[in-house]
């Protein structure tokens, strides 16, 4: 009876947590710089022809989806773009984490999710596209990032781009990358903050090996959500999750063994994810300016808010390649009520701005954000 009567308290959104010094300043105009000038040599570091992303450089399918707001969500979820029911029309894209374009068993198993959804109406964040209607979401299939503050970042961010030349070096590589990750390429010594980050990073490592649909999706960093703070996740149904037939994943023998898996599925039945959201309870056990700390679900519940629906369509074996790379995703192409938030992620507006504009200026490519679904999958659109 006490626990029916008990009403959780939830931590109040402040805006402590979008602020920025001038270091920071600074400091992400080093990640920029350093994001550009990689950009400009991208398309030598994968040995392609155009210039690719920093990060979710390999691109495996861009599929129609809906976006489904629910009604009846409790109010302290029905927040921003939750606040009114509806269904939208949606593109989503399926990426690997990596920055290089290479076969999948040289890339790792960290994953995105970056969903766009169309006819949401209010001011977006994004820089000069105040009047876009639509919304994006940048997730992952991890729950936690390698770093929390932009300071480190300045570094560890350049390190992230030259991770596969690491790789390439076997032992005396991972060596390297561990003096440079701990020491800032020798001009400190290490300290608790990199070991953290460092074994955070590790992590990635024992990601499972299986179907992409499989995988939960999350932020990893907090957002504001209306007058509260969460994380977000998206979570295959169970019935979407019993549908799967292929879900080993061989990365010994294939070197394309991603994209066709989930291509497959999707051209035999539709497939359904919840859109979750885990309100911040307590900062000491849910803090939020530690990326590298997971919210631990039995402290704070995930609540689904939301349904993506990937309905079962004819998808390329190229996996819809042009539309992949000429669509832009960013976390604050989104409502004020449900932006990024904590120092780290404030990096991230002018990160995702102007690695978008290199990279479509460097191909040669009109950068626009569609209003509708259908302008995505027209060719003429880019």
Not at 359 to 373: A, C, I, S
């Amino acid at each position: 009876m006490l626990k029916k009567l008990f009403k959780p308290k939830y931590v109040p959104y402040d805006t402590k947590y979008i602020e920025l010094s001038e270091q920071d300043e600074r400091n992400i105009r080093t990640i920029t710089d350093d994001i550009r000038n990689y950009i400009t040599r991208s398309d030598k570091a994968s040995n392609v022809n155009y210039h690719t992303r920093d990060a979710h450089a390999k691109g495996y399918c861009a599929l129609k989806a809906k976006f489904e707001i629910l009604d009846n969500i409790p109010k302290e979820y029905a927040q921003g773009l939750y606040a009114k029911s509806g269904i939208h029309d949606a593109v989503i894209r399926f990426s690997n984490g990596a920055s290089r374009v290479s076969p999948d068993r040289k890339l790792g198993l960290a994953q995105g999710l970056a969903i766009k959804v169309f006819d949401v109406l209010g001011e977006k964040l994004a820089p000069g596209e105040e009047d876009s209607t639509t919304f994006d979401f940048n997730l992952i299939n991890h729950p936690v990032f390698f770093c929390n503050r932009i300071e480190d970042y300045a570094y560890i961010s350049k390190l992230f781009l030259e991770l596969p030349e690491y790789s390439e070096k076997g032992a005396i590589g991972k060596a390297q990358l561990a003096f440079n990750w701990l020491t800032n390429y020798g001009s400190r010594l290490p300290t608790k903050e990199s070991l953290k980050t460092f074994k955070t990073l590790g992590g990635f490592t024992s990601i499972e090996p299986k179907n992409t649909l499989l995988y939960d999706f999350h932020s990893q960093g907090v957002v504001r959500h209306g007058e509260y703070m969460a994380k977000i996740r998206v979570k295959p149904t169970e019935a979407s999750n019993e549908k799967v037939k292929r879900r080993d994943l061989d990365l010994a023998t294939k070197e394309e063994a991603i994209r066709p898996l989930i291509i497959n599925e999707i051209r035999e039945h539709d497939y359904e994810f919840e859109v979750q959201i885990q309100l911040c309870r307590n900062p000491k056990k849910q803090p939020i300016e530690e990326l590298t700390t997971e919210w631990k679900e039995s402290d704070a519940p995930f609540v689904t808010v939301a349904r993506l629906t990937i309905p079962c369509q004819d998808v390329p074996d190229d996996g819809n390649f042009d539309i992949m790379e000429n669509l832009s995703f960013t976390p604050f192409r989104c409502l004020e009520e449900n932006r990024p938030i904590g120092n780290l992620q404030q990096s991230r507006l002018k990160a995702y701005q102007i690695a978008s504009e290199t990279r479509h200026e460097l191909n040669d490519v009109k950068r626009q954000e569609p209003k509708r679904l259908k302008e995505v999958f027209d060719k003429s659109f880019f």
